[in-house]
């Protein structure tokens, strides 16, 4: 049976959340393998709305075992919130799994976060403020703190007396803040651990012998392709590998596991935070993108950009993470549009570009170029079939799919999970 990639292939915000609820009554595993509670998805189960965050969309599916791989960080107060909100919506939450070489977000990542984003004034990021960039940032300079040490009271201590040298420092002399104390630091991740201990596993050879015994797996990328630390729109990124090869090392899988890559794309385009977005708008069109399409992020409550569908990125994603597939989602938001312009290549310093420049100073400079393709006015949110949606809807889906360069298996025609349209099989 397959192990199957799930991400974003634009900036994230595609609606991945319905599309691995959407395969999760066919999956055994959902795995969230990098970022942390700076993701959002949202689910729509019948008539309940459920916004997770930190915890794999799969928790919804009965079932299902969903894992929070190495490669994730976690902030011990916003799991435990979240699980006892699903707990309280008679959500089962049982079989959750949690690496114990997952590192933890931990009270100073979050302050250094919040006063770094400040003191950079007009160059901030954008960030979401939750100590995710900080908390990497420990891990890659060896400093920082895994789910397993809340079990060895005296490793966590030295860890924290070490991380708190230095930032304390910096906190007091460059940001003009108070010291963090390490016992404050200590007694509260301690708090955490016997609440979290019946979740924490050996994720790794889990989800292995999972995989030998021919069960699915689902791995699901947080944010998207454009927002890798690697092979996004650097600066204005995440701190993670939310692109295909992320899952191997943020789960523990070989390559040679992944059978298929599923990339999520919006009909249009929408992105949160800072940074280049060739096909922004910044008119009524883009306003009635953001009102028709409930266009705010999950986890930060800000408005999201908006903007026409850039083909552009889409094949870029296709290439970057060897997707396999298409999920397209939100069709239905761009009825009522006479005409809907597609972003075909870039005006780079008057020259024609069709693909994804390199540098960085060219992508700030790129000037979208439109196809204009014809709209239509008919309600498809009761399409079950693909020849179901009007005739010029079907033009617009076979138009971006050929300029994306992977096939579109899933179409969403509304928010529900019983709205979309299957073309091809996932598994």
């Known amino acids: 049976m397959p192990a199957l990639v799930l991400l974003g292939a634009q900036w ?57 791989g190495n490669g994730v960080v976690v902030d011990p107060s916003v799991l435990l919130s979240e699980l006892s909100g699903l707990n309280e919506r008679g959500v089962d939450t049982s079989k959750l799994l949690i690496s114990g070489n997952a590192h933890i977000i931990t009270p100073y990542n979050v302050t250094v976060d919040k ?24 891990k890659i300079n060896r400093v920082g703190i895994r789910v397993q040490d809340l079990y060895d009271e005296s490793i966590l201590r030295q860890k924290v007396e070490a991380a708190l040298d230095v930032k304390n420092q910096i906190l007091t002399k460059l940001y003009n803040r108070r010291a963090i104390a390490v016992d404050q630091v ?40 454009l927002l890798d630390i690697d092979h996004g729109t650097y600066p204005f990124v995440t701190s993670s590998n939310p692109t295909a090869g992320g899952a191997c090392t943020g789960a523990g899988v070989g390559p040679t596991r992944i059978s298929r890559v599923i990339g999520i794309l919006k009909a249009y385009t929408t992105r949160v935070g800072a940074g280049p977005f060739p096909t922004e708008l910044f008119d009524e069109d883009g306003e009635a993108l953001r009102r028709i399409g409930g266009e705010r992020g ?46 075909v290549a870039y005006e780079i310093d008057g020259k024609r570009v069709e693909e994804l420049p390199y540098s960085q100073t060219d992508f700030h400079h790129a000037k979208p170029i439109y196809e204009m393709l014809p709209g239509w006015s008919e309600d498809i949110s009761k399409a079950k079939t693909f020849s179901d949606l009007p005739k010029n809807a079907q033009a617009y889906v076979k138009a971006l799919e050929e300029m994306s360069g992977a096939p579109i298996s899933a179409i969403g025609v509304g928010p529900g999970r019983d709205e979309t349209i299957q073309i091809n099989s996932f598994i």
């Open 115 to 138: 006063v770094t984003e400040r003191f950079l004034g007009k160059r901030k990021i954008g960030t979401t403020g939750r100590g995710i960039g900080p908390t990497y940032a420990d």
């Open 12 to 68: 994230g915000d595609e609606g991945k959340g319905k599309a691995t609820d959407l395969l999760g009554g066919s999956v055994d595993y959902v795995v969230r393998y990098q970022g942390g509670n700076n993701a959002g998805h949202t689910v729509v189960v019948g008539d309940q709305k459920y916004a997770l965050h930190l915890l794999p969309s799969g928790i919804l599916s009965p079932g299902c075992t969903p894992v929070i």
């Open 298 to 343: 999950v986890t930060t409550g800000r408005d999201r950009r908006c903007g026409w569908f850039d083909a552009v990125i889409a094949r870029y994603a296709t290439r970057v993470n060897g997707l396999t597939d298409f999920f397209l989602t939100k069709l239905d938001v761009l009825t009522g549009w006479e005409q809907i312009p597609v972003c």
């Open 186 to 225: 200590v007694e509260e991740l301690l708090g955490y651990a016997e609440q979290i201990r019946p979740y924490v596993a050996d994720t790794v050879l889990v989800l292995n012998k999972a995989l030998d015994e021919d069960k699915v797996v689902l791995f699901e990328g947080g944010q998207g392709t």
